[in-house]
């Protein structure tokens, strides 16, 4: 450089510097200097924002609080072996079976309700009842009366407790809400078990039926993977998804894992038919929409040597029984009443017709 000539820095040599930030309560109300956040900041910041609303909307931390809390309390040897059952237990009561694997039982809502009522009076004050819930850390009501007996409140704490519990299992799970109006209030599902689907699109077989379908009713195609048996194609008809191929290391007999399916949508469900294929619906213990009538195909009753119409036979007899006593029972009489009932008749006489006697037989 020239002596006289002025300095002109070179604007493409200057290094990459990030630009400071500065706290916003340092920084006037009335500045108009923009706040200035790195790209890779901005990532950064992005990613703890997504993994914390994931965390808060699904309610992780409170879950593993749960379960972390039921492994102390039950102080097994085997704790892997207890969650793996604790998870089971969950899934089963957010599917609508089972009793709810609450934190506190009985015998523990019991001593605390006694501790808040030591003058055995059976009562509790609106302001005990609160503190209550909150030793439990239970949302109270918000109307409370200013008595309350002490076995109307263990009854609503234990429906807060189970309320909760479900709450927890199933956040940030989607609701899918039936929007469009059902075509009738009641369905009577056959399942004609071993029947091959050519027989409905051959017209020369059933040709009643297949006039029907074409008619005057709506039909369509439910589809399943291999293999071909009974469990996959009633989960892909009842359930509406593949069958989890892991059932198969328990010889589809059991669920590895649990789903939902149109019966647990229902108000009632009542089913007839064979166990291993009613069951696959209702495992576990079953709440009070879901009716199982099941017989043992394995029965000699039911032998191969014998008519294989007696499955089908047995399984008309009961509904037919079913009906009858209804006229008669004013409880019952007034479920049948109800809308989104299902019925499901489970035949498996043509299966075993078919595995005797082999296919295309007269």
């Given at each position: 450089m020239m002596e006289g000539e002025d300095f002109e820095p070179d604007e493409s040599k200057k290094p990459d510097i990030?630009?400071?930030?500065?706290?916003?309560c340092l920084i006037?109300?009335?500045?108009?200097?923009?706040?200035?956040?790195?790209?890779?900041?901005?990532?950064i910041l992005s990613t703890?924002?997504?993994?914390?609303?994931?965390?808060?909307e699904r309610r992780i931390p409170e879950l593993l609080r749960f379960m972390l809390t039921k492994v102390i309390a039950e102080g097994s040897d085997k704790p892997i072996a207890y969650l793996e059952k604790l998870l089971d237990d969950c899934m089963l009561y957010r599917a609508g079976h089972g009793s709810a694997p609450v934190?506190?039982?009985?015998k523990h809502l019991e001593a605390v309700i006694k501790s808040f009522d030591p003058g055995q009076r059976g009562w509790l004050s609106a302001g005990q009842i609160r503190r209550l819930y909150t030793t439990?850390?239970?949302?109270?009501?918000?109307?409370?009366d200013d008595r309350i007996s002490t076995e109307v409140v263990f009854n609503n704490v234990k429906k807060a407790q189970e309320s909760e519990l479900l709450c927890l299992l199933s956040a940030g799970m989607?609701?899918?809400?039936?929007?469009?109006?059902?075509?009738?209030?009641?369905?009577?599902l056959f399942v004609v078990d071993g029947l091959r689907a050519e027989s409905f699109t051959n017209y020369t077989t059933m040709p009643y039926l297949r006039s029907i379908a074409n008619t005057h009713g709506r039909w369509g195609i439910s589809s399943t993977q291999v293999p071909t048996e009974s469990r996959p194609g009633h989960v892909a008809v009842i359930a509406g998804f593949y069958e989890d191929p892991s059932a198969i290391?328990?010889?589809w007999k059991e669920n590895p894992v649990d789903f939902d399916s149109v019966f647990n949508r229902t108000s009632y469900t009542w089913c007839w038919g064979t166990y291993d294929i009613v069951d696959i619906f209702t495992k576990g213990t079953v709440d009070n929409h879901i009716f199982v009538h099941k017989f043992d195909p394995y029965d000699n009753t039911f032998g191969t040597d014998k008519n294989t119409t007696q499955l089908d036979s047995w399984v008309f007899k009961n509904v037919k029984d079913f009906f009858n006593?209804?006229?008669n029972n004013v409880d019952l009489k007034a479920r049948l009443q109800s809308k989104k009932i299902v019925f499901f008749l489970h035949l498996l006489g043509t299966d075993t017709s078919g595995h005797t006697h082999k296919p295309k037989t007269q």
């Open positions: 990030d630009p400071i930030l500065l706290c916003k006037d109300d009335a500045s108009s200097e923009p706040v200035i956040i790195p790209p890779r900041k901005q990532k703890v924002a997504r993994t914390e609303n994931y965390l808060r934190l506190y039982e009985t439990l850390g239970l949302t109270p009501e918000d109307d409370l989607p609701t899918e809400d039936l929007s469009h109006e059902s075509v009738a209030e009641r369905l009577v290391m328990k010889g006593n209804a006229k």
